[in-house]
């Protein structure tokens, strides 16, 4: 009897997860001679845990391919991390004892560093427990910071979005700078790592273009070399445009966010980054500012994915059913760049106790000297990573985005299992 | 010898104000049997006080033609309000004294409701000074809010851009709401009307669907009722996503943004409606959530305009021009919708004098009946107007956006003037 497989997507969802769970559910059914139904976990993990498994093989081929093209997780996603095999035993244990009620043989886990590590412990205790499952990690980050992998999937469409938006918003102030607003600070995703904010600097080729100032996490933050840059760029361009991570922090790592920083008035300012470096302008040196954040649109933001990226994360979906059919275990797909000077990457296999628990950052020599900006390494690293426009299609002026049916298999295992 | 035109790109630019003034050289280039030199304002009307006129001719038809899918203002554009008659008659007997320096017979203001008016005063005050000026208003606004016209070129792709967020941030949270953030809030532009906020209606299609909750300045904000919604939203579906105007407000006027809220210590909160509304939302509920500032990025995004949106404002220049020629004046060309079951438009004429200083704000048939939605009739005004997708061309994975050269013609009336 063929083995079934489980796939569960994990941690924050991005334009083009679901371009792998198509990768995943596509490639299973070209291969419907050596493996069974795909089950994907309804909300991620969690749906492994309670057993509430969705049985894709219900979803038309229509509804699949369409996922290559729909933003968000499809099948739900959750930020539950199993706890250590010391801690919370149990809790892996629940998760083999569904998989063997569903004759489930390959697990295939989308997600970034902490699915990695769960789904290497999946692995290992599958093993231990006689029942062996084939436990194969599938890249996905916005944040970029798995190792190995040259990139992740996911982390291309929003750093094409970034630099999208930072050229447009600096082309709308530049318009006005004159007369009016001289400050646009965009606010980008990255708490620990400025892959994201580094792309807002694609959107400019010299020094003097925008974004003039970009705040990466990896950079302590230096208020009075940081308002001097400001004033410089008011100044030299008329107006300046600021790129910052969410996750800029002072040397102490405190967070500019919320470390307590103080309005004019004394009190603590609330409300994120951007307005927190909007309203240091303008005490400080009294010019008028706009702002934006992000947020969710811009990991959101199918409409504007980067083709490469779509390509990339639909491969590493494909590839890791692949690698599950060879009899591989314990590995990640990765994207590995070739030498040469135009861009091509193929699909390399990383062993996941090298992924696991590793991150990422920005290295030294992809930011500038100031600090302030990009170097032209980091601009050859990224700039291929957005290339191409891969457009979902479109009814009545908006995007034709698929839901899946969702249907749950009956459950098996005769208990409930409670998730904290 | 032939008149010139001058051509002023006034207040918050768009990402369609280029198509508007590439209408504009285009057409006046197809007649140059009829019309000399176009010379357009450097940041707005400042540049013809200033007497800093952009030679146009200057610019290559490629550069020309690029303006059509080029966010921004290219020429730069300014908030600069002409005070009355009364009060400054000078300003507009400067305009008149730049206007005759450089033979200009045609002038073209590509603005809002204020420029509306200052167009039609240059119209009546160059009679009366025996230099009579062809003034003709090319209407622009993201606000939607002039009369006679049905819609406001601007308006289309900002509501595009608000629709397709609201749309793919909710797949993103909806992903996650089981066990994680169920409360998205995204902030449009609209200090006084509510037409962009409405815009994210579109992206849901029935009461369950997302978004849940629009806020419009049109409606007072009654606290209760907008906490029982979010908590409802929440226990039915799993989740609330809210769009809010900027200009939301208290039965009062005051606005939520800068109405004094405090947060849970007693703070005064800074930052915006998002932020205010999200902390009132966990204060009183619980909730965790997420918020987007769109600002600028919206009016900007070029990169997902409305195809109807450039079609009407390459149409409202090109008409613009033709009317001068045709010997109209104190007009704006508006856009009429025509009966029937499929969208269809035209250009017809307006009077300046009934669109000058007038406001067109939401109809209340365009709200349901908690206040809290749009209604059908809303759908039907708006879907027309963000449909079909005019993508510019990209390189290197960025839009390929243009820049005028920008020489400005040398000055003639041997004397500066201050602008304050």
């Known amino acids: 009897m063929l083995k079934n497989a489980f796939y569960a997507q994990s941690g924050g969802v991005t334009a083009v997860i679901n371009a792998s ?20 976990g309804k909300n991620g993990i969690i749906g492994a845990l309670k057993e509430e498994l969705i049985d894709t093989s219900l979803e038309s081929s229509e509804t699949i391919a369409a996922l290559k093209h729909t933003p968000g997780g499809a099948f739900g996603s959750c930020r539950y991390k199993l706890k250590s095999l010391q801690d919370n035993r149990a809790e ?18 989308n997600g970034g560093g902490d699915s990695a590590d769960t789904c ?6 599958s093993q231990s427990m006689g029942y062996p499952i084939h436990a194969v990690h599938i890249p996905k980050t ?31 102030i530049v318009s006005m700078c004159a007369s009016s607003t001289k400050i646009f600070i ?39 070399a940081f308002l001097d840059k400001v004033d410089t760029s008011v100044k030299q361009c008329g107006y300046c445009v600021i790129v910052a991570s969410e996750g800029a922090r002072y040397a102490n790592g405190d967070f500019l966010a919320d470390s307590g920083a103080t309005d004019v008035f004394g009190h603590k300012q609330l409300g994120g980054l951007a307005p927190t470096l909007a309203e240091l302008i303008k005490s400080k040196l009294g010019y008028k500012h706009h702002w934006a954040v992000a947020d969710y649109l811009q990991r959101s933001a199918r409409h504007i994915a ?33 030498p040469g000077p135009e861009y091509a990457w193929h699909i390399t296999e990383a062993p996941l106790n090298q992924v696991a628990n590793v991150e ?37 002026g908006l995007p034709s985005y698929t839901r899946i049916v969702g249907q749950l298999v009956a459950p098996k295992t005769q208990r409930s299992f409670d998730v904290n």
Chains 1, 2 share one sequence.
């Open 186 to 224: 965009l606010e980008t995703m990255g708490r620990h790592a400025g892959w994201i904010a580094a792309a807002g600097g694609l959107a400019g080729k010299t020094s003097e273009e925008p974004p003039h100032i970009i705040l990466f996490p990896e950079v302590a933050f230096n208020e009075e």
């Open 142 to 172: 916005v944040d970029n910071d798995l190792p190995i992998t040259d990139n992740c999937p996911g982390f291309g469409s929003v750093a094409k979005y970034i630099a999208i938006a930072t050229m447009e918003a600096s082309l709308d």
């Open 306 to 338: 980067s083709a490469v990226d779509v390509e990339q994360a639909y491969a590493v979906g494909k590839a890791a059913v692949e690698f599950a059919l060879a009899g591989k275990n314990s590995v990640m797909p990765a994207i590995t760049r070739l």
């Open 360 to 396: 990422k950052f920005m290295p030294r020599e992809f930011i500038s000297d100031d600090g302030f900006g990009i170097t032209q390494a980091a601009r050859d690293y990224l700039e291929p990573l957005i290339a191409g426009e891969s457009y979902p299609p479109y009814r009545n």
């Open 92 to 109: 892996y244990e629940r998760l083999i004892e569904v998989f063997k009620a569903h004759n489930i043989g390959y697990f295939f886990y």
């Open 120 to 125: 290497l412990k999946v692995s290992e205790l």
């Open 21 to 40: 769970a198509c990768g995943v559910i596509e490639t299973a059914r070209a291969h419907s001679d050596k493996i069974g139904t795909v089950f994907a």
